[in-house]
């Protein structure tokens, strides 16, 4: 079964910093872009951040102001997301996702975790 | 960064009816567009990707049209079961962009 599972969240104080997991499952993670996006309560989606399946090209929503870092184990099956200088404005269910991407074309998210919730309040 | 701008915000329409999402974006795109449905209290789902293509196991109730910056999403046939908030999202350029969003109700 194709599966993305994400932890790591939780409730953190203003300034603080947290890392979210998301562990793969069901296909090769290894040759696969991936993706965080989030969701703030009652608001749209936000595209956070995206990495290559070898880590060589890394990208970040413009509102993140260097806060944030991507990375992946590749060995672990998984995807990380170091979030640093937490404020409330990043108070979201956070979801991994994989981009399916082949021959320089990206052919949608196609699978996606069932997200972790991060609260910021103090 | 590159606007998506998308409407209506909401709709109500009647089972069997047909139903239009646009999705505006503020450059050309090419057809680096995708299409996601999300019910509540779930994570999104792709329902098409580059502009057109229907994901494997979407119903073809569901089609995308449209390239460069003007695109639309169409439910043939509304079902009950399409309840949802739909979002496109530009992935031609990074950062990449969503759309606010469409909540579509039956009536």
Redesign the interface.
């Known amino acids: 079964e194709l599966q993305l599972v994400e932890s790591g969240g939780g409730l953190v104080k203003p300034g603080g910093s947290l890392r979210l997991s998301c562990a793969a499952a069901g296909f090769n993670f290894n040759n696969s872009d991936m993706?965080w996006?989030r969701q703030a309560p009652g608001k749209?989606?936000?595209?956070v951040s995206?990495i290559s399946s070898r880590s060589s090209y890394i990208?970040?929503?413009?509102s993140l102001k260097g806060r944030f870092t991507i990375s992946r184990d590749n060995a672990e099956n998984s995807l990380y997301l170091q979030m640093n200088s937490l404020g409330a404005e990043d108070t979201a269910v956070y979801?991994c996702?994989r981009?399916?991407y082949g021959s320089g074309?990206?052919?949608?998210?196609?699978i996606?975790?069932?997200?972790t919730t991060v609260t910021v309040s103090s | 960064?590159i606007q998506m701008t998308q409407s209506p915000s909401s709709l109500s329409a009647s089972v069997g009816d047909r139903v239009t999402i646009t999705c505006r974006a503020s450059q050309g795109i090419r057809k680096?567009l995708?299409w996601?449905q999300?019910k509540p209290g779930k994570?999104?789902?792709?329902l098409?990707?580059?502009a057109s293509?229907l994901?494997s196991g979407v119903p073809f109730r569901f089609s995308g049209s449209g390239s460069g910056t003007d695109f639309t999403l169409t439910i043939g046939s509304l079902q009950p079961e399409d309840v949802a908030?739909y979002?496109c999202?530009q992935?031609y350029d990074?950062?990449?962009?969503?759309?606010?969003?469409t909540t579509v109700e039956v009536k």
Do not use: C, K
């Open positions: 993706n996006v749209g989606l936000e595209w995206s990208h970040y929503a413009d979801y996702a981009a399916n074309t990206y052919y949608g998210m196609d996606w975790g069932q997200g | 960064a680096d995708a996601y999300q994570a999104p789902e792709l098409i990707y580059l293509r994901q908030t979002y999202l992935d990074y950062p990449w962009t969503f759309g606010q969003g």
